[in-house]
Nanobody, 115 residues
Framework: VQLVESGGGLVQPGGSLRLSCAAS????????MSWYRQAPGKERELVAS????????NFADSVKGRFTISRDNAKNTVYLQMNSLKPEDTAVYYC?????????WGQGTQVTVSS
């Protein structure tokens, strides 16, 4: 299993970023996918998840109405569109897939929201 995140960076409050996660090594189109984040000194938290076909999504209360999650099963890629970013969104964002009892993670991509 390989998960490679990209798209992070420095953005001003109110700005937008789109994260991408390219997946390989497992049947992507039949796997639910998630995005997590971890801020300094805090535990890793679930941000958003999406069902295998993309019809079902779930979001943390802190990002509802601002973030959307989507996927392209033809490209084995899941996306996280982040709008109206706030300084408290600053964190390392990780792509995740659960296979059986094991969680797999990407290397993470840093998102910094600051003026």
């Amino acid at each position: 299993v390989q998960l490679v995140e990209s798209g992070g960076g420095l953005v001003q409050p109110g700005g937008s970023l789109r994260l991408s996660c390219a997946a390989s090594g497992f049947p992507f189109s039949t796997s639910a996918m998630s995005w997590y984040r971890q801020a300094p000194g805090k535990e890793r938290e679930l941000v958003a998840s999406i069902s295998s076909a993309g019809g079902g999504t779930n979001f943390a209360d802190s990002v509802k109405g601002r973030f959307t999650i989507s996927r392209d099963n033809a490209k084995n890629t899941v996306y996280l569109q982040m709008n109206s970013l706030k300084p408290e969104d600053t964190a390392v964002y990780y792509c995740n897939v659960r296979r059986g009892i094991r969680n797999y993670w990407g290397q993470g991509t840093q998102v910094t929201v600051s003026s």
